[in-house]
């Protein structure tokens, strides 16, 4: 995964980010990814107080489009694709903006099919 997110870590209990330290349960593990990994967001877009989630979900959108287009076709997942239209601009400008992940699981379950 860091070959597409650079400075990523999946880690345990504890999690250090900014000079503070995140201590979790006996179940929690954290992904930790900088902002500076994620296209199209901005700090203050991620304040607590004055936040957008809309900005937040659209750059996670951004980036699973693409880290998918990053990887060689032959290398892609066959049990995800993602795709991004990026619409076509109204008579204001303005544009609706359509982004798609696709995940083949099995009938009864909310986990990704193994590629297998």
């Given at each position: 995964?860091?070959?597409?997110?650079?400075?990523?870590?999946?880690t345990?209990?504890?999690?250090?980010?900014?000079?503070?330290?995140?201590?979790?349960?006996?179940?929690?593990?954290?992904?930790?990814?900088?902002l500076?990994s994620?296209?199209?967001?901005?700090?203050?877009?991620c304040?607590?107080?004055?936040?957008?989630?809309?900005?937040?979900?659209?750059a996670?959108?951004?980036?699973?489009?693409?880290?998918?287009?990053?990887?060689?076709?032959?290398?892609?997942?066959?049990?995800w694709?993602?795709?991004?239209?990026?619409?076509?601009p109204?008579?204001?400008?303005k544009?609706?903006?359509?982004?798609?992940?696709?995940?083949?699981v099995?009938?009864?379950?909310?986990?990704?099919?193994?590629?297998?």
């Open positions: 995964m860091s070959d597409f997110l650079p400075q990523t870590h999946i345990g209990l504890d999690v250090v980010a900014g000079g503070s330290t995140v201590t979790g349960s006996e179940s929690d593990n954290y992904l930790l990814i900088p500076t994620i296209p199209e967001l901005e700090e203050d877009e304040d607590e107080a004055t936040g957008d989630i809309r900005c937040i979900a659209f996670f959108s951004e980036l699973l489009y693409q880290v998918y287009q990053a990887m060689a076709t032959a290398d892609r997942p066959t049990k694709r993602s795709t991004r239209s990026p619409g076509t109204d008579a204001d400008g544009r609706t903006a359509y982004y798609t992940n696709t995940f083949c099995e009938d009864t379950e909310t986990e990704v099919e193994d590629e297998s």
